[in-house]
C-alpha cells in the first residue's frame, strides 16, 4: 500500500504531486465549496500585478473541440487587496502549499512583486510568468528575449529566498534553450507548459471572436504538445518540472510523470469539474497500490 505520496521539488515539498494552475483556480477560496484545499498538493493562485488591471473587453472565453481558448488579459485585485483579503483567507490551510504568481508588465514591477512576496509567511513559492510582455523592452514576452530574461531572472532571483518557479512557454524558438537558461540564472522549479496561441472567428458577426485577436488554447487539445515539452525539457535540465497541460483523467497524470514531471498542475479541467483536483489524488493512491508501485516508481 502507499504510505506517502511526498514529492521533494528542491526546497518545495509537498504531501502529493497534484497541484492546480494558475488563471485557472482563482485565489484558493472560490473552489472551497467543492473540496478540501488541504487534500492537494499545492494551490497556485490567480497571477497578481502591482495595480488592479481590469482585463481584456469580453468575450473573453471560447470553447473549442477538446479545448478552451481565454484572453482574460491578466485580470486581478492587484497586490495590495492580496495582501489584505485573498491571502489572509488561505491562513486556515495547515497542509497545502500555496504558490503565488507574479506577472509583472516590467523588470522593476517583477522585482517588487517578488520582493513583497518574499516577507509573506503564507507564500511557499513564487512563480514567474515569463510570457507576459515586457512594456519598457517594446512589449516583447520575457519568454522571447533571452537578454531581457536573463537580467530579470538575476534581479528577482536576490529579490527572494523562496522557491522560484518560472513558468514557461511553448510558443518560444526552442524550449528546452529557454529552460536551460531559467536553470542558469537560479530558477528552483520549471512549469510548463503555457496556453499555446490560437485564433477563433466569429462568423455570424464576420470578425475576430477575441478583440486582440488571439488568445491562449488549454486543454485535453493541448496534451500531446504539453507531454513533449516536458519530455525535452526533463533531459536537458536538473530542475524539478511541474508539468501541465490538458490533464483531465489519471491516466494524463501518469504520463505527465512517467515523462519526466515531478509534480503536474490542472488547469481547465477545474472549470468543467471543479473537485477534480482532490480526485485525482485518491484516484492516483488507486492506481500506484493496484501495481505495487510508488510515485518515483512511474517515471521512464
Known amino acids: 500500500m502507499v504510505k506517502s505520496l511526498e514529492v521533494n521539488l528542491g526546497k518545495l515539498i509537498l504531501q502529493n504531486p497534484i497541484t492546480t494552475a494558475s488563471g485557472c483556480f482563482g485565489y484558493g477560496t472560490d473552489f472551497c465549496d467543492f473540496l478540501d484545499l488541504d487534500n492537494l498538493g499545492a494551490i497556485t493562485l490567480k497571477s497578481i500585478t502591482k495595480a488592479p488591471r481590469a482585463g481584456n473587453p469580453t468575450p473573453r472565453v471560447a470553447e473549442t473541440p477538446s479545448g478552451m481558448m481565454n484572453s482574460i488579459g491578466l485580470a486581478n485585485c492587484g497586490i495590495k487587496e492580496f495582501l489584505e483579503e485573498k491571502l489572509p483567507a488561505l491562513e486556515y490551510l495547515k497542509k497545502v502549499k500555496v504558490i503565488a504568481n507574479i506577472a509583472g508588465h516590467s523588470t522593476e514591477e517583477n522585482v517588487e512583486l517578488a520582493e513583497i512576496l518574499n516577507s509573506q509567511k503564507r507564500v511557499d513559492a513564487i512563480e514567474l510568468n515569463i510570457s507576459c510582455p515586457n512594456v519598457d523592452a517594446g512589449g516583447l514576452a520575457f519568454c522571447q528575449d533571452m537578454a531581457q530574461l536573463k537580467v530579470l531572472l538575476r534581479k528577482v532571483r536576490v529579490k527572494t529566498d523562496k522557491p522560484l518557479i518560472v513558468k514557461l512557454a511553448v510558443n518560444v524558438h526552442d524550449i528546452v534553450s529557454l529552460a536551460q537558461t531559467c536553470e542558469g540564472e537560479g530558477a528552483d522549479i520549471l512549469s510548463l507548459i503555457n496556453t499555446v496561441t490560437g485564433m477563433e472567428v466569429d462568423i455570424e458577426n464576420r470578425k475576430l471572436f477575441f478583440s486582440r485577436g488571439y488568445a491562449g488554447l488549454s486543454g485535453p487539445a493541448i496534451r500531446p504538445i504539453a507531454l513533449k515539452a516536458v519530455y525535452d525539457v ?28 515531478d509534480a503536474i498542475s490542472v488547469g481547465m479541467m477545474n472549470f468543467v469539474q471543479p473537485d477534480i483536483s482532490e480526485k485525482l489524488v485518491a484516484e492516483l493512491i488507486e492506481y500506484l497500490n493496484q501495481r505495487g508501485m510508488k510515485v518515483e516508481d512511474l517515471k521512464l
Open 234 to 261: 526533463a533531459r536537458a535540465v536538473k530542475l524539478p518540472l511541474i508539468g501541465m497541460g490538458g490533464i483531465a483523467t489519471v491516466e494524463d497524470v501518469v504520463k505527465f510523470l512517467m515523462v519526466g514531471a
